[in-house]
Each structure stands twice: as C-alpha cells, then as structure tokens.
C-alpha cells in the first residue's frame, strides 16, 4: 500500500471507521436501543426493498402493524418516513402505496450516482484498506459463481453489498450516508422486465474493474470504471424498456 493509504487509515475519520455501518460509525460510542419507529421503519423498508411488498401495491396500517406485531404509532411515524424517502404514497381514502418507480425516476436515481460513485471509487483506490479489498473480493467471488437470472435475487443483494463496500472503503462517512438511500433505491431497479439473459455477466465483469482498479490504487481508472458501470447501467435500461 501506498504513503497516501497509510496517512488515510491514520488520520481521523479513516476508512475504517467508514467501513462500519453508517448507523455504528455515526453513532460508536452512544448506541441507544432503536425505538419502536426504528424497528418499524427498517422492517418495512426491508419488505419494500426485497420486493415482498411489490411496487404498485396498496397497503394499510392495520395490517402492517399486525404482521410486524407492532402497535399502529409506531407503523404510522415509519410510513411517514418511508414517504419522506420517496419509497410511499400516502393516498387519501385508499390507503398507502408501494411508489412504483417509473422509467424517469430510475434514470434520475442513475444520475445522481454517476455524480457522486466515480469520486467514491477514486478516494476508495486512494484510502482502502488491505481487509477491505479482501471483504470486496470474497463477495465477488461468491456473485461471479451466480451470474444467471435464476439467481437474480441473490446477486442484487450482493450489488448492493458491492457498492456499499467500495463506499465503506472511500474513507468518508458523510459520503457513504449521502450514497446509501440511493443505493437501497436502486435494488428495485432489479424489478424492471428490461433485464437480458448477459445482464448479471455483465454487471460481474464491470465490477471486477472497478475492484482491480481500487486495488491497483489507480484513482482516475476506479473513476472511470465506476462511470462506465452506472452508463452501461442505463444504457441496458434504456434498452429493455
């Protein structure tokens, strides 16, 4: 490793601790037990993001809060926040919509993260730490092992695992906070019926360049990768549509 990554891992706010979760690294030290909100926030941000409850779908708080085995405040202030996300849709006299993202929305979310992950990929090449890329390479060895569609589901929470990691190894904590809604958005791109039988093949490739170009420490080439990745992302979106 270079001098450069030695004084990142030194210095304060190194990347590792940005490799802990965004929650852990915000809060070492003063961890308070999550609240009923809490709970009831990530559990239904969860079902949203896994697809359990599918984009389009109606829901109600009566019925959220007897599958969480919850009581309704807590359900009520989560949909609330979930809205604030832009994951719901709270519709009068209906009840609460599961925000079926529509082909603008998905290629806006693509656009702010070509803004931001080329630079993410650069400071990782810069401050990643020797665990780290060794935590990247294990997952890619594991996604390149499923890189058919009948596996679609196990690599899309190894994507986000992906990205999430090479956030982690970019060394900045606000960075990886400000990248990851945006992440957890983009796993219900997965649900999209643009998606071609190369499609994970090729996603697996596009993330070994940017893994080998972390790795070698070569900002401007983990830019550029990254870049490509997010581009082809689109384009075969755009493709399938």
């Given at each position: 490793?270079s001098?450069?990554?030695?004084?990142?891992?030194?210095?304060?706010g190194?990347?590792?601790?940005?490799?802990?979760?965004?929650?852990?690294?915000?809060h070492?030290?003063t961890?308070?037990?999550?609240?009923?909100?809490?709970r009831?926030?990530e559990q239904?941000?969860q079902?949203i993001?896994?697809l359990?409850f599918?984009?389009?779908q109606?829901?109600?708080?009566?019925?959220?809060a007897?599958?969480?085995?919850l009581?309704?405040?807590?359900?009520?202030?989560a949909v609330?926040?979930?809205?604030?996300?832009g994951?719901?849709?709270v519709?009068?006299?209906?009840?609460?919509l599961?925000?079926?993202?529509?082909?603008?929305?998905?290629?806006?979310?693509?656009?702010?993260?070509?803004?931001?992950?080329?630079?993410?990929?650069?400071?990782?090449?810069e401050?990643v730490?020797?665990d780290?890329?060794?935590a990247?390479?294990a997952l890619?060895s594991?996604?390149?092992?499923i890189?058919?569609?009948?596996?679609?589901?196990?690599?899309?929470?190894?994507?986000?695992?992906?990205h999430?990691?090479?956030?982690?190894?970019?060394?900045?904590a606000?960075l990886?906070?400000?990248i990851?809604?945006?992440?957890?958005?983009?796993?219900?791109?997965?649900?999209?019926?643009?998606?071609q039988?190369?499609?994970?093949?090729v996603?697996?490739?596009?993330?070994?360049?940017?893994?080998?170009?972390?790795?070698?420490g070569d900002?401007?080439?983990?830019?550029?990768?990254?870049q490509?990745?997010?581009?082809?992302l689109?384009?075969?979106?755009?493709?399938g549509?």
């Amino acid at each position: 490793m270079s001098s450069g990554r030695e004084g990142a891992r030194a210095a304060p706010g190194s990347s590792r601790a940005a490799s802990l979760p965004p929650a852990a690294s915000a809060h070492a030290g003063t961890e308070r037990p999550p609240s009923l909100s809490d709970r009831a926030y990530e559990q239904i941000k969860q079902k949203i993001l896994s697809l359990e409850f599918g984009p389009g779908q109606f829901l109600n708080e009566m019925g959220i809060a007897s599958m969480l085995g919850l009581g309704r405040t807590p359900v009520h202030q989560a949909v609330h926040r979930l809205k604030a996300d832009g994951l719901l849709d709270v519709i009068p006299r209906k009840g609460i919509l599961v925000r079926p993202d529509s082909l603008n929305e998905v290629l806006e979310l693509l656009e702010a993260r070509l803004a931001l992950e080329p630079g993410i990929a650069a400071l990782a090449a810069e401050r990643v730490t020797p665990d780290q890329i060794a935590a990247i390479r294990a997952l890619l060895s594991q996604s390149g092992r499923i890189t058919h569609q009948k596996h679609r589901q196990q690599f899309m929470a190894i994507d986000r695992a992906f990205h999430a990691l090479v956030a982690g190894g970019a060394g900045n904590a606000i960075l990886a906070e400000a990248i990851r809604p945006m992440h957890e958005r983009s796993t219900r791109i997965w649900h999209l019926r643009v998606w071609q039988a190369d499609d994970l093949a090729v996603t697996q490739a596009e993330h070994e360049a940017i893994l080998d170009a972390i790795a070698r420490g070569d900002k401007s080439g983990a830019a550029r990768a990254m870049q490509q990745h997010l581009a082809s992302l689109r384009r075969r979106i755009v493709r399938g549509r």
